[in-house]
């Protein structure tokens, strides 16, 4: 792990074996990340006997590294969903990415998981002063299930003095934790249910043909009649077909040294915060007065220290009147992006199924696959089959990550622009409404 700051506040966790012997399982889930946890706790819950394979340690990847957003809807736009499977599928869709987050808030509040700090609240804030499209999108959104409101610009600085900040979408179910201790916290009750987590264990092999399906370790092999591969982009050399249709997206977060009372002047809003769809500004205040920031996505593997100038002056542009902030912590993370931007659940061939591509909205979408990966095992539901028309897409290989690469440094420039537009049409704004309100003592 380097993701310093959730270290530092981890819960404890204990020592897990290598396998070292052979076992025969109902399920051997490979991965032992957020997806990979949550479908050995429910099919654990469901009785089924339950192996996780993990190459590292639990949640040392993606679902250790997180910002802890847990945010309701996928990493594809809502409009993108209803063109391609209709909206009664559409709102089925979105209607189980809110059981997503249910599931997490029960899961926390029901077993008092330690050291998650559930705050709630998520605001989608907007650097340019597109008001009646903030409105509409709010109105196309609550007809699909959403439980959203406008806020106006006036509302949204009262809580975020930002100069660079108008109107914002507020999403009131949803919420920010600890993602480390959450991940922990569904290990701990994995193996409550009876599941058994192998760590330092790479499934080095699958055999999937046949009713009991072979998984080869270093040290021990694992038949079982169902495997779930819950890998996410590490799954590289155990299948590579499917690692091929998952593009690596990595971003880097910071939290930076206390900052003071000034923050809480600044930033008054508790819950997430994010002022974009892309991979920049995304914060919260952890530990009481510090600020957690993530942003500069790249395609490719950098060094995080390179990117740090880029966080901090992000945050200046953003809140001058804090001035220039310290770093604490600085790590990276990369998650896995499907070309479709919707994740892949569902059986790929009998008794193999995929739980990945959860893209930024893993914290939600991985409760979802657990649940429906496990229904879809132990009691044959077929719920999983609304994903069916997100197929497995080749997510072109170096060229795919270029591009990746490419269209978010592209779009920076066109997004400056038509911020700095904004910001001059509310100082015009400004000027005329000065010129039209009576000087006192006038007339
Ligand atoms: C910086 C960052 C910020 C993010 N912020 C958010 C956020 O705020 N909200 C949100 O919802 N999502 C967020 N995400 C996305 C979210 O973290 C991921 O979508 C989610 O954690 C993916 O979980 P996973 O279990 O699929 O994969 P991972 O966490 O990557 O776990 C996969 C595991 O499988 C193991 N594995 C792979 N191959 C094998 C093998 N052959 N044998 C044994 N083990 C194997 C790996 O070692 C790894 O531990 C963020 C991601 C990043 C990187």
């Known amino acids: 792990m380097e993701a310093g700051w959730y270290e530092a506040n981890s819960v404890s966790r204990p020592d897990r074996p290598r396998l070292n012997l052979d076992l025969d399982v109902d399920v051997c889930v490979i991965g032992a990340g957020l997806a990979g946890l949550t479908v050995a706790r429910e099919v654990a819950q469901r009785g089924w006997s339950v192996a996780v394979l993990e190459a ?6 993606a679902s250790g590294r997180n910002l802890g957003f847990v945010v309701p809807g996928f990493s594809e736009h809502i409009d993108g969903i209803i063109e391609r499977v209709g909206l009664d599928d559409a709102k089925q869709l979105w209607a189980l990415s809110e059981q997503g987050l249910d599931y997490v808030r029960r899961t926390i509040l029901d077993t008092r998981m330690p050291g998650v700090d559930l705050i709630n609240g998520w605001l989608h804030v907007s650097k340019t002063d597109n008001f009646d499209e903030l409105r509409a999108e709010v109105e196309r959104m609550r007809w699909i299930g959403a439980d959203i409101e406008f806020w106006p610009e006036e509302r949204v600085r009262d809580q975020l003095q930002s100069p660079r900040y108008f109107g914002a979408v507020h999403y009131r179910q949803a919420f920010h934790i600890d993602p480390y201790n959450y991940a922990l916290g569904l290990a701990a009750l994995a193996e409550k249910a009876g599941a058994r987590i192998f760590e330092e264990t790479p499934a080095v092999s699958l055999d999937p043909a046949g009713v009991r399906k072979r998984i080869v370790t270093p040290a021990g092999r694992v038949r079982a009649a169902h495997v779930v591969l819950a890998g996410n982009i590490h799954l ?4 590579p077909q499917l690692a091929a249709t998952l593009l690596p997206v990595t971003t880097f977060v910071m939290v930076t040294e206390p900052i003071g009372e000034i923050l809480h002047e600044v930033v008054r809003y508790r819950g997430a915060i994010s002022d974009t769809n892309r991979a920049d500004n995304h914060y919260r205040i952890v530990g009481g007065d510090r600020l957690q920031w993530s942003g500069r996505m790249r395609s490719w593997d950098a ?15 953003t809140f001058p009147r804090l001035g220039k902030v310290g770093i604490a912590h600085l790590w990276r993370g990369t998650l896995g992006r499907t ?6 659940i569902g059986e790929i061939e009998r008794g193999v199924w ?34 069916a028309p997100y197929e497995l897409v080749w997510a072109g290989g170096m060229f795919g990550r270029v591009l990746a690469q490419g269209i978010y440094w592209g779009r920076r420039p066109v997004e400056r622009i038509e ?7 509310a100082r015009a704004r400004a000027r005329k409404e000065a010129r039209l309100t009576p000087h006192k003592g006038s007339g």
């Open 339 to 344: 070309v479709h931007r919707m994740p892949q």
């Open 419 to 425: 911020q700095e537009v904004a910001r001059y049409r």
């Open 236 to 239: 590289g050399a155990l299948v």
């Open 303 to 317: 060094n995080p220290r390179l990117i740090a100038r880029g966080l901090t002056s992000d945050i200046r542009r």
């Open 56 to 61: 590292g340690q639990v949640a040392w990847a």
């Open 354 to 387: 995929l739980a990945s591509g959860f893209g930024g909205h893993g914290l939600n979408n991985t409760a979802i696959a657990g649940e429906l990966i496990a229904r879809g095992i132990v009691e044959g539901d077929q719920t999983w089959r609304l994903f």
